[in-house]
């Protein structure tokens, strides 16, 4: 397996510490990005020349080139990017306001956006270097009270999207990665935000914030396996574009699939007609 420098944000806790203990065990060296850095203090203790932890809030896109800065000072060129940070949220469209929705949106796309771009330019002239962006089931499919929260993971899938194949022909690779439950500390009552309940959603969203909470340490999820199977992936000569994980995601994102395919080849020839007649469908570039 290759030796790898990573950059993890929000590598405090769950699927981001996991990520960086697994790393860590092969070999590699981290530069863990956090709010809160005193709370790997045990990793750096027992690896203090392959560990860097950096205090770093990712909805801070001007600070992400200083963390860059400081990941190659430190270890060199960076391999691996880990875009992880970020929180829940829960609330109807009508209970979040502008405030609520554009924090989830510097979360989970602005500020892995600027980390990107940062790390970029010399993975491009090396020809080599992976880009793991931590999206979720909920980055492709939504349900009530999920909607600032799937705003943002939507958006880092569609720009990743199109990021891979922008960087593809320079030798490096995008992989999306869509957990269901995992049993990190995304359920906690003083993790999960939650917008003020209205009497109108009240029956509706209730049972949603109650189960949210209600999973919290209970979460089928392994981090450490994912962790794992992240690695493997990072270090095998091909992965795919997007990667569900846990067998929730799987069900619910074959479903979703499915219930699309059905409703487009059910309404395709209504939406076909939407052209000019007898003028041929566009061709383009990719």
Same mark, same amino acid.
């Given at each position: 397996?290759?030796?790898?420098?990573? &950059?993890?944000?929000?590598?405090?806790?769950?699927?981001?510490?996991?990520?960086?203990?697994?790393?860590?065990?092969?070999?590699?060296?981290?530069?863990?990005?956090?709010?809160? =850095?005193?709370?790997?203090?045990?990793?750096?203790?027992?690896?203090?020349?392959?560990?860097?932890?950096?205090?770093?809030?990712?909805?801070?896109?001007?600070?992400? @080139?200083?963390?860059?800065?400081?990941?190659?000072?430190?270890?060199? =060129?960076?391999?691996?990017?880990?875009?992880?940070?970020?929180?829940?949220?829960?609330?109807?469209?009508?209970? &979040?306001? %502008?405030?609520?929705?554009?924090?989830?949106?510097?979360?989970?796309?602005?500020?892995?956006?600027?980390?990107?771009?940062?790390?970029?330019? %010399?993975?491009? #002239?090396?020809?080599?270097?992976?880009?793991?962006? &931590?999206?979720?089931?909920?980055?492709?499919?939504?349900?009530?009270?999920?909607?600032?929260?799937? /705003?943002?993971?939507?958006?880092?899938?569609?720009?990743?999207?199109?990021?891979?194949? #922008?960087?593809?022909?320079?030798? &490096?690779?995008?992989?999306?990665?869509?957990?269901?439950?995992?049993?990190?500390?995304?359920?906690?009552?003083?993790?999960? #935000?939650?917008?003020?309940?209205?009497?109108?959603?009240?029956?509706?969203?209730?049972?949603?914030?109650?189960?949210?909470?209600?999973?919290?340490?209970?979460?089928?999820?392994?981090?450490?396996?994912?962790?794992?199977?992240?690695?493997?992936?990072?270090?095998?000569?091909?992965?795919?574009?997007?990667?569900?994980?846990?067998?929730?995601? @799987?069900?619910?994102?074959?479903?979703?699939?499915?219930?699309?395919? %059905?409703?487009?080849?059910?309404?395709?020839?209504?939406? /076909?007609?939407? %052209?000019?007649?007898?003028?041929?469908?566009?061709?383009?570039? @990719?």
């Amino acid at each position: 397996m290759n030796r790898n420098n990573w &950059i993890i944000t929000g590598a405090s806790s769950g699927l981001g510490r996991a990520l960086a203990e697994a790393a860590l065990a092969a070999g590699d060296t981290v530069v863990a990005a956090m709010r809160r =850095p005193e709370r790997i203090d045990d990793l750096v203790e027992a690896n203090p020349d392959s560990i860097l932890p950096v205090q770093f809030d990712v909805r801070e896109a001007s600070a992400a @080139v200083n963390l860059v800065e400081a990941a190659v000072g430190r270890f060199g =060129p960076v391999d691996v990017l880990v875009n992880n940070g970020g929180v829940g949220q829960i609330g109807a469209a009508e209970e &979040i306001d %502008d405030a609520r929705l554009r924090n989830m949106l510097d979360q989970h796309l602005l500020g892995p956006a600027a980390l990107t771009r940062a790390v970029l330019p %010399d993975m491009r #002239e090396r020809g080599w270097g992976t880009i793991v962006q &931590i999206s979720s089931q909920g980055g492709r499919i939504s349900f009530p009270g999920a909607g600032s929260y799937s /705003a943002g993971k939507f958006a880092l899938e569609g720009w990743s999207e199109a990021l891979a194949g #922008e960087v593809t022909p320079f030798g &490096i690779r995008v992989l999306i990665v869509e957990p269901s439950r995992f049993r990190t500390g995304f359920n906690a009552a003083d993790v999960l #935000e939650l917008a003020d309940p209205s009497e109108a959603y009240a029956d509706m969203l209730g049972a949603i914030r109650a189960d949210m909470l209600a999973a919290d340490g209970k979460q089928e999820g392994d981090p450490v396996r994912a962790a794992e199977i992240i690695r493997s992936l990072v270090d095998a000569e091909s992965a795919p574009l997007r990667i569900p994980l846990g067998r929730e995601a @799987v069900r619910r994102l074959r479903h979703a699939y499915r219930r699309s395919l %059905d409703e487009l080849d059910r309404y395709a020839e209504l939406s /076909a007609g939407a %052209d000019f007649p007898g003028l041929p469908e566009s061709v383009r570039p @990719v």
